[in-house]
């Protein structure tokens, strides 16, 4: 069945550097994928999506890409700040379905 | 931009009531919204599919008479947790949205059984 995962539960990094948490993916038909940030307390508060047709998106200092061939997503927050501190969670739509496939999470840590 | 609204932020029962958390778009029509529940450091897991006019589709292990989910409007579902226990305390939250452009979620319910 479709799993989704990350390899990294918790990130460290220090403040003003570039942070990159990763995302893999088993279902090779998915063609929706979503970053989520959820602070403590609160409900996902989306960041930003890229479609499988799209190699790379960005945001303002976020930039997601997309490697269909290996199933992997990343996340790329630049001069993280302490704000940004937060569970970041990939989502993955699940083909034929209105349904996305939430992945593990990493917490992710700004050092001052 | 689209806004769910979910209602209460928590809620502290006694064992064997029951407890009604509502989710609302505010600003648009959801046919279809979804209930998830989220374990302390844990991610958020399905537990169903709400539809407008119809019966919500369950995720497998999910009871579907203890977690009543009803649809009455294009702008509301409820999820009522009944004969609530201990081990049913967890954050639930709520989201609507399009399959196309991502799902806003609700700001999540603290549920805690005593």
């Known amino acids: 069945g479709e799993s989704v995962g990350l390899h990294l539960p918790t990130l460290s990094v220090q403040e003003g550097d570039n942070s990159i948490i990763n995302c893999a993916y088993s279902?090779?038909?998915?063609?929706?994928f979503i970053w989520y940030k959820q602070e403590s307390g609160k409900g996902p508060q989306f960041i930003i999506d890229i479609r499988s047709n799209m190699d790379k998106r960005q945001g303002q200092r976020v930039t997601v890409l997309l490697n269909k061939t290996v199933k992997h997503l990343s996340l790329q927050i630049a001069a993280t700040q302490p704000g940004d501190s937060a569970v970041y969670f990939c989502a993955v739509s699940s083909p034929g379905t209105y349904k996305y496939i939430f992945g593990t999470g990493t917490r992710l840590k700004v050092l001052a | 931009g689209a806004v769910v609204s979910q209602h209460p932020s928590w809620v502290i029962c006694k064992s064997g009531t029951s407890v009604k958390i509502e989710c609302r778009s505010l600003d648009f029509q959801a046919t279809t919204m979804f209930w998830y529940r989220q374990f302390p450091k844990q991610s958020l897991m399905l537990m169903a599919t709400?539809?407008?006019?119809?019966?919500?589709?369950?995720e497998q292990g999910v009871e579907k008479d203890k977690f009543l989910i009803n649809h009455a409007s294009l702008t509301l579902s409820t999820l009522t947790v009944t004969s609530a226990h201990p081990e049913d305390s967890s954050f639930y939250i709520c989201?609507?949205?399009?399959?196309?452009?991502?799902?806003?979620f609700g700001s999540g319910t603290r549920l805690t059984v005593v």
């Open positions: 279902n090779s038909a998915s063609d929706y």
């Open positions: 709400s539809n407008e006019g119809s019966k919500a589709t369950y």
């Open positions: 989201s609507a949205g399009g399959v196309n452009y991502g799902y806003t």
